[in-house]
C-alpha cells in the first residue's frame, strides 16, 4: 500500500461552483518533492491539510474532517473503462491517489501512517457535488457515482508530517467495529436505514455531518443505536 501522487490545487474560476469569487481548487495536480500536511483546522475556516492545495468552497470542503481526500488508483481505472477516457492522478480532486488499499473497506476510524511522520485517520467517503459533475462532464454523475459507491476516503490529521510520491502507507490502528467507508457512504444516500449502525463507530471518530443524522435518523425512527465499541 503506497502513495503514487500526492496532489494539490490552485483557484480556477469557473461558472458552476457555489464558492465565494466562483473558484474551485478541484483541479489537482501531482506534486514534486516533499508536501507538508497539517491541521487546517475546523470546517468554515480551514481548508486543505495539503500545502499548496486550495479549498475555495469552505462551507462544503476543507476542515478537520475532510482536511485530506484520498482516491483509489483502482477505482480511476475502473472508470476509466467505464467512461471511455483518460483519467490522471488528482482528475477527481483527490489529495492521495493511493495503490494497493481497498478504501471503500477502510473502517471508520482506521488510522494510517503515511511515510515516517504523518498520522492520518479515516472520517468518511466523498458525497458528491454538483461542481465534481460539472467538473467531469459527465451526464447524470452525482446519481452515477453514489450508485456505484465508490466514494474514497476523507482524512483528518492525527499527526503532521511531510510525505512525497512513493511512501508507503501503514495501517496502524483497526477499530473493533464493522462500520466501512462504504457502509457509511451507503447510510449516507442510498440506505438511510444504516444510519443507526454508522454509530457504532464512534461520536470522536464519525464525520459529524454523518453523526448528526444517524442521531436525527434515530430520534425520528425510533431505531435503537449500537453502543460503541
Not at 47 to 73: E, F, I, K, N
Not at 91 to 120: H, K, M, P, Q, Y
Not at 153 to 172: K, R
Request: hydrophobic share 35%; with cysteine.
Amino acid at each position: 500500500m503506497k502513495v503514487l501522487t500526492v496532489n494539490a490545487g490552485r483557484p480556477k474560476t469557473v461558472d458552476y461552483t457555489d464558492a465565494a469569487g466562483g473558484a474551485t481548487g478541484i483541479d489537482k495536480r501531482p506534486v514534486e518533492g516533499a508536501v507538508r500536511v497539517t491541521e487546517p483546522g475546523p470546517k468554515g475556516e480551514g481548508g486543505s491539510g495539503v500545502a499548496g492545495d486550495t479549498v475555495c468552497d469552505l462551507r462544503h470542503h476543507g476542515g478537520t474532517h475532510q482536511a485530506v481526500y484520498a482516491y483509489a488508483r483502482e477505482d480511476l481505472d475502473y472508470w476509466e473503462r467505464e467512461l471511455g477516457r483518460l483519467l490522471s492522478n488528482g482528475t477527481f480532486g483527490e489529495n492521495l491517489t493511493t495503490i494497493g488499499i481497498d478504501l471503500g473497506a477502510a473502517r471508520i476510524g482506521e488510522r494510517w501512517r503515511v511515510g515516517s511522520e504523518l498520522v492520518l485517520q479515516v472520517t468518511s467517503g466523498r458525497i458528491p457535488c454538483r461542481t465534481f459533475a460539472s467538473w467531469l462532464g459527465e451526464r447524470g454523475w452525482v446519481r452515477r457515482f453514489t450508485q456505484n459507491g465508490r466514494p474514497g476516503a476523507y482524512l483528518m490529521v492525527i499527526e503532521p508530517g511531510e510525505i512525497s510520491a512513493g511512501d508507503e502507507i501503514q495501517l496502524v490502528h483497526r477499530p473493533d467495529h464493522d462500520v466501512t467507508v462504504d457502509m457509511s457512504f451507503r447510510a449516507a444516500t442510498t440506505d438511510r436505514s444504516l444510519l443507526p449502525g454508522v454509530l457504532a463507530a464512534g461520536e470522536d471518530a464519525l464525520h459529524p455531518r454523518q453523526l448528526r443524522q444517524a442521531r436525527e435518523y434515530v430520534a425520528q425512527h425510533g431505531a435503537s443505536a449500537p453502543h460503541s465499541a
